[in-house]
């Protein structure tokens, strides 16, 4: 069984028989400014070290009937990038309007794929942080194919620049130029992001007319980028 903090469900028991393998599952945490770290069979907190930390997806052998504790750490959000060469591969990222709209709202690159742009989802910025809900897109850095780029990996793929005519934002499963971008940012942490292939509408930018973000030659409104604080 699993043993998690007030205020998340815990997964469900798995059966399994003695000295078999199991897939450690994963947990999404509903507790503020906290993270989820992985499963330990520490008899205690005192004698949890980073041997007996288990990850989502990892296999473990049980051994008898056990119950597994969820591990947390401190989380520290998503803080507001002002030089990019604070960015790495591996970074997990987010891409939001730089600018608050009419209503005086943040909206960040969501998890929804249109056919052909990225929807919004709404964020709360606090001392220059953000705490994503479910709906917001997190990408993780990758090296693009072009020298001095980077890749955004959404999971399931990457985001690219699709067209030279239209304003697409689309998602490949094998990058290439177009999902390959150059990113610079000022001081303000107002980002410039743009990717590198053969197609001229290139210009990641949040296009608050229609909820949107997309790639464009030229227009729309600024974008910044998010990191997590780990």
Known sequence: TFSVGNGDTAPAEI???????????????NLTCVKFVGWTDADNDAAITSSNIYKAGDTYTVTQDITLKAVYAAGG?????????DLAVGD???????????DSKFWALSTTQNNNNR?????????????????????????GTQTGTFA?????????????????LKTQTTNDANGSWTIEIDNAGVATIKAQGTYTHNWLRYNGGNDIFSCYA????AVSIYKESI
Request: no cysteine; charged share 15%; net charge negative.
């Open 15 to 29: 059966q399994a028989e003695e000295n078999t393998n199991i897939t450690l599952p994963s947990l999404t945490t």
């Open 119 to 143: 929807g919004q989802e709404e964020v709360q910025i606090i001392d220059n942080t953000i705490e994503p809900s479910a709906g917001v897109q997190i990408l993780t850095l990758e090296t």
């Open 77 to 85: 959000g998503f803080v507001l990038v002002t030089d990019a060469d």
């Open 92 to 102: 997990k990222v987010i891409i939001v309007s730089a600018i608050a709209d009419g």
């Open 218 to 221: 030229s227009g729309q409104a």
């Open 152 to 168: 955004f990996n959404t999971g399931e793929g990457y985001l690219y620049a699709a067209s030279s005519s239209s304003n697409y």
